[in-house]
């Protein structure tokens, strides 16, 4: 170990955290896993375990002065250069901890091809990107929910295939891109797409230490640490060593550990079960409980490995109702492991019926035939949804990179229409050709062409503008409480929502769902194109107890500026129904119809168009919703006497 390492706080001296340290492990051993999500609130070593489990894993060998770490052992992960090139020169050195910023650009994570050296010198030149630094290391994303969506796609997507492809112009670059994927966040600060969760592999959910005795030994570990750091990882120098061995010898027993059918049968069960989307938790599920077992040093997966495996894969993957939080149901894993033993013994007892079988009569085996054959369907009766008035905007003079077909803007992506050239500002990134060219033709009879049939300078170059359609964020912060217990009203407001969801996912719009009841409120459904995933939502939504009206503001305000700070895009609008009758807050030094008008207020100066729907009936009105709308500088609408037309009608009115 050089002197450096010996600085980094080491892997087996953290106190507690269990799960997510035999997480980081299991990827660490088979990097096919897909990756690791930790959750959990800020200050429980997050980040020291990422940094640590790098500096715990052995030297690799790599080519030196490659840009990628190639592999010298492995032609098949080497890039062009390095396959190339039969004089490799060959250096060790540790795993590298890439940090990859949550303002990072897409160009800065996946590197850029010089357009301009390209047509100048006919050179395909690559300027590496964060993906080529983290090849072959850790790429470590601090508050991963803050990133943007597509960003998080390309590096899943690399982190699937292995390799970066990088295409500009018709001009294409591709590079290995082998790397353990860590990220980490912190809920409170907004959840990630279910989407993109479902494809990291692991996941796991961390809180601080609650035990004082470990809180103790937490604090004096990290004061000797501090005060000599050198001293305090030679303390745990041999565990250290001991778990770097242990994971090599799992890498290499990972490739003759064996798993039995039956065995992938319990995780197909425990998969329905759990109420799991997709088939992608099976497969990381057996993944993982292979590379439990070879962790283990054994080569035969057993039962246990499955539930363990299931324990760090499921969480994150498993549905929830409204208001109910999110974590395994170990007493129902627990019923499917009980059933699945149960199934067992069935078996074996069925094999020694088979004999029985054969000896009926023809006549019977086909009346048994005809009977299994037969199926029922059960039809669940679905509210149609109906079409809505247009909802248009003017065009947008801001330069917006997003996506959808409602509203016209200007763009500095490479996806619009291309419309006109200009000159560009600083390097460019998407050329003009034929600008480029007329702009350079009148010139060509005094330069000097030094063999090329163009000559093409800096002044000549000249880049594309583009517009193209973007879409809208539509969030509902939606009054759950017992006042809204009236079926029809309800059934209205979800009937809206529904067919809003509909308009929206032709026009490419977001629509998100916040609902508030008791003494909190949720995002049920984050900012989304996907009426099917809002229909069960909805479906789902209860009603019932005390009016947090300052929590379903709160939170609605926090998921859209959640979403303009993740998307700089983000063309937000804010629809609140309520009947105003706050009766529950957070500040006891104020009244909580005060408090909401405080945090209306803060959407107001936050420039967050909104609209208020008041859905107060009867011959006693309090108004307080129009209070709330007032001081929210919104549009203010009765729910009395309205259908559903008229408050997508209204939400049109105020976009």
């Known amino acids: 170990m050089s002197c450096f390492a010996d600085t980094v706080y080491p892997f087996t001296g953290l106190v507690g955290q269990d799960k997510m340290k035999l997480a980081l492990i299991l990827v660490a051993i088979n990097p096919r896993i897909g990756g690791v999500l930790i959750r959990g609130e800020k200050g429980t070593a997050k980040s020291t375990a990422v940094r640590a489990l790098a500096n715990l894993l052995p030297e690799i060998e790599v080519v030196e002065d490659c840009p990628f770490g190639c592999s010298p052992g492995d032609v098949h992960l080497m890039c062009e250069s390095c396959r190339q090139n039969k004089d490799l020169l060959v250096i060790k050195r540790k795993m590298k901890v890439v940090n990859l910023p949550v303002s990072a650009t897409e160009d800065r994570v996946v590197g850029t091809l010089d357009i301009e050296k390209a047509i100048k010198k006919g ?63 912190n809920p409170e600060e907004g959840e990630l797409r279910p989407q993109i969760v479902d494809r990291f592999g692991l996941c796991v959910d961390i809180e601080g230490v609650k035990e004082t005795a470990l809180r103790v030994e937490i604090i004096k570990r990290r004061a000797r640490y501090e005060q000599d750091p050198h001293s305090f990882y030679h303390e745990w120098k041999a565990e250290e060593k001991r778990l770097s061995e242990t994971i090599v010898k799992a890498k290499e027993l990972l490739k003759r550990v064996a798993i039995a059918d039956e065995l992938l049968n319990l995780i197909a069960q425990i998969a329905v079960d759990m109420g799991v989307d997709g088939h992608r938790a099976d497969i990381v599920m057996m993944k993982t409980a292979e590379t439990l077992t070879a962790y283990h040093s054994r080569t035969q997966v057993t039962e246990d490995d499955v539930k363990e495996a299931a324990e760090l894969v499921l969480p994150h993957r498993m549905r929830r109702k409204p208001f109910q939080e999110q974590k395994m149901d170990t007493e129902k894993l627990q019923e499917t492991m009980n059933k699945h033993k149960q199934q067992q013994q069935q078996t074996e007892q069925q094999q020694q019926q088979e004999q029985e079988k054969k000896d009926q009569s023809p006549s019977d085996e086909q009346t048994e035939r005809q009977s299994s054959d037969a199926s029922t369907e059960t039809h669940f009766e679905v509210g149609e949804p109906y079409n809505v008035q247009r909802i248009i905007l003017p065009q947008d003079r801001n330069v917006r990179s997003s996506s959808g077909r409602r509203s016209t803007t200007c763009t500095d992506s490479k996806s619009g229409r291309y419309v006109r050239s200009t000159l560009p500002d600083g390097k460019c990134t998407d050329l003009a050709f034929d600008a ?63 067919s809003l969801l509909i308009d929206a996912y032709q026009k490419r719009d977001k629509v998100g769902l916040v609902a508030f009841k008791g003494n909190q409120a949720e995002l049920l459904l984050p900012p989304t194109s996907s009426v099917e995933m809002a229909k069960d939502k909805l479906k789902e939504l209860p009603t019932g107890g005390k009016t947090p009206l300052p929590q379903g503001l709160l939170r609605g305000y926090e998921v859209l500026m959640q979403e303009k700070k993740r998307d700089t895009n983000c063309y937000p609008l804010l629809v609140v129904l309520t009947d105003g009758r706050a009766n529950a807050g ?22 967050i168009r909104s609209l208020v729907i008041n859905t107060e009936k009867g011959f006693l009105s309090l108004s307080k919703a129009l209070e709330i709308a007032e001081a929210m500088g919104a549009k203010y609408l009765e729910l009395e006497d309205l259908n559903r037309e008229q408050i997508v009608a209204g939400i049109k009115g105020v976009l």
């Open 586 to 607: 957070t500040d006891k030094t104020k009244s909580p119809i005060e408090e909401a008008k405080d945090i209306a207020l803060r959407i107001k100066e936050a420039g």
């Open 123 to 185: 050179e395909k030149h690559f300027e590496p990107g964060v993906l080529a630094s983290a090849n072959r290391g850790i790429l470590y994303i601090d508050e991963v929910n803050l990133l943007d969506d597509h960003l998080v796609d390309v590096l899943l997507d690399s982190a699937a295939m292995g390799v970066n492809i990088v295409e500009r112009e018709g001009v294409s670059f591709s590079h290995p891109a082998h790397f353990m994927l860590v990220g980490t966040m």
């Open 436 to 498: 480029t060219l007329r702009a350079a033709s009148p010139y060509q009879a005094h330069r000097d062409k030094n063999g090329v049939a163009l000559n093409i300078r800096q002044e000549d170059i000249r880049q594309k503008v583009r517009k193209k359609k973007i879409g809208n964020t539509i969030l509902f912060v939606v009054d759950a409480s017992g006042s809204m217990g009236a079926n029809q009203r309800m059934v209205e407001t979800k009937g809206a929502i529904l």
